[in-house]
């Protein structure tokens, strides 16, 4: 993404009327996605994927297909469906009582919905990162160790060991923490803790890694080395990131999905999003006139 236009992200043009357009206001009819939903080399597929909480849908009919090793971008106003959407890819939603999903989402072709999978074992493969860091009230290390521990990853202390450095070292942290892995995770920075949380994750090995505005409570130098860690991680990893940073989404992703009112309204490359949006819908939202 270059630099102008990262700073026009930066400084939207607003319009000459009085605070953003309302919903109503758009008055603008809700059509099939437009752009690319649809990739050649998918690690996961969703093929109509309704969500209801209750009798109140969150999300419309949403087709997407989400790339091998790459990084996609879900973005759209508060309350669009983003997080929800997000949570539907490694069955987080399955811990509200009242929420009902619909449709198919298949990781390397194969439903996660279905009744033999087990969640436990789907999340292993599909992490997921919090906006807010939420280390256990453990050490450093046993942070990082508890997974391996619990699935069984490594046969031995020494292994366990170079398992964790490595996690560690993969989320940038080593070299900070090196010295007191037995001193408390919560002790941390709020930098510090989210990059101890992706190491959390990427120790069970995972495929996939959701993270939900990872950056989002952090200062900007915090946030900086977040993003660098992202653009490190996707040649391992396949990463869904929901943000509300339209400059954020610019810098990490090579995939933009934009979503509003629970409809996915398009999706494509990053620069093309940014740069020239097909639909009507996600050229107001990026040029700050709704949202």
Not at 7 to 34: F, M, Q, R
Not at 99 to 122: H, S
Request: some cysteine.
């Amino acid at each position: 993404m270059n630099e102008a236009v990262l700073n026009d992200l930066a400084e939207p043009n607003k319009p000459d009327h009085a605070g953003p357009e309302t919903e109503d206001s758009l008055n603008i009819e809700y059509t099939d996605t437009v752009g690319q939903p649809l990739c050649e080399e998918a690690k996961i597929r969703t093929k109509e994927v309704n969500v209801y909480y209750a009798d109140n849908q969150a999300i419309h009919n949403v087709s997407l297909d989400i790339g091998e090793n790459e990084v996609i971008a879900l973005i759209g106003p508060s309350g669009c469906g983003k997080s929800t959407y997000l949570r539907t890819l490694n069955r987080m939603n399955d811990t509200i009582d009242i929420c009902r999903v619909e449709g198919q989402i298949l990781l390397d072709g194969e439903d996660i919905y279905t009744k033999k999978q087990d969640p436990v074992l789907l999340r292993a493969r599909v992490g997921m990162v919090f906006q807010k860091p939420n280390p256990f009230p453990k050490s450093i290390y046993d942070n990082v160790a508890y997974g391996p521990r619990i699935h069984g990853l490594t046969r031995n202390k020494s292994e366990l060991d170079d398992l964790v450095e490595e996690s560690l070292t993969k989320a940038g942290l080593f070299q900070e923490v090196k010295d007191r892995l037995d001193a408390p995770g919560t002790g941390l920075s709020g930098g510090q803790q989210q990059r101890l949380c992706i190491a959390r994750t990427i120790a069970v090995q995972p495929e996939v890694i959701l993270m939900d505005e990872p950056a989002s409570a952090l200062d900007p130098i915090a946030t900086a080395k977040i993003e660098e860690l992202i653009n490190e991680l996707k040649e391992n990893f396949t990463i869904v990131i929901v943000t509300h940073s339209m400059q954020q989404a610019a810098r990490v992703s090579q995939r933009t999905a934009y979503f509003h009112m629970g409809r996915l309204i398009e999706v494509g490359e990053t620069d093309q999003i940014f740069t020239n949006p097909a639909h009507e819908l996600t050229e107001k939202y990026i040029t700050g006139r709704f949202g």
